[in-house]
Each structure stands twice: as C-alpha cells, then as structure tokens.
Nanobody, 121 residues
C-alpha cells in the first residue's frame, strides 16, 4: 500500500505560520521528488513547491516565494512545508505528491488525501 498522509492543516488566523507534514509509507520516498499542491475553493489545483529527490534543489510558485519553505527528512520519509505569514488567499486544500521530477505530473504519481488550510480571522 503506497500512501501519503498530510497533517498540520486547520483553521488559522492571518499572519500565523503553521507547518504541514506529509509522511510516506509503503514505498521509499527518496526515489521521488516531492511536491505540495493546493486547490483553492472554486479553482483548479496548482503546484506550490517541489523538492528534488536528493533535496538539493527546490522550486516555489511566485505567490509563496519568500514566505514558504519546503524541506524533507529522508530518514523519516517526510516532507514539510513551512508556511509563514499566511494570508486569506492561501486558503485551500493542500496535497502532497510524488513526482519523477519536479515540474512533471504522471498518471502513476502518488497523492495524499489533502489537508484543509483555512486562513480567516
């Protein structure tokens, strides 16, 4: 069973800085790039950030550059997304996923169930 489980979402106030976690089981996540995507209400899914297989390179969407940081702990089979100074427009369901390489989406990529982040005062 290949599985990705996200955690860390919930209701937060603007300006708060939660950290999302995604833990893999049933496979070795180190063989894949790992990414965070989000889907805002009424909108399509878009990539937020991606980290390479070795963790040596990262990519960020323009709307989170300077605020979000992606990282991974190979030993823990976990990827993190540190989200600083959240804004209401950051609201959405955040999904983690495996990719062969950052920037690609394949039919057999693995996806988590998502964790809901709601930014509201």
């Amino acid at each position: 069973q290949l599985q990705l489980v996200e955690s860390g979402g919930g209701l937060v106030q603007p300006g708060e800085s939660p950290r999302l976690s995604c833990t893999a089981s049933g496979f070795t996540s180190a063989f894949y790039a790992m990414a965070w995507h989000r889907q805002a209400p009424g909108k399509g899914r878009e990539e937020v950030s991606c980290i390479s297989k070795g963790g040596g390179s990262t990519t960020y969407a323009d709307f989170v550059k300077g605020r979000f940081t992606i990282s991974r702990d190979i030993a823990k089979e976990t990827v993190y997304l540190q989200m600083n100074n959240l804004k209401p427009e950051d609201t959405g369901i955040y999904y983690c996923a495996t990719h062969d390489y950052c920037g690609t989406i394949y039919e057999y990529d693995s996806w988590g169930q998502g964790t809901n982040v709601t930014v509201s005062s």
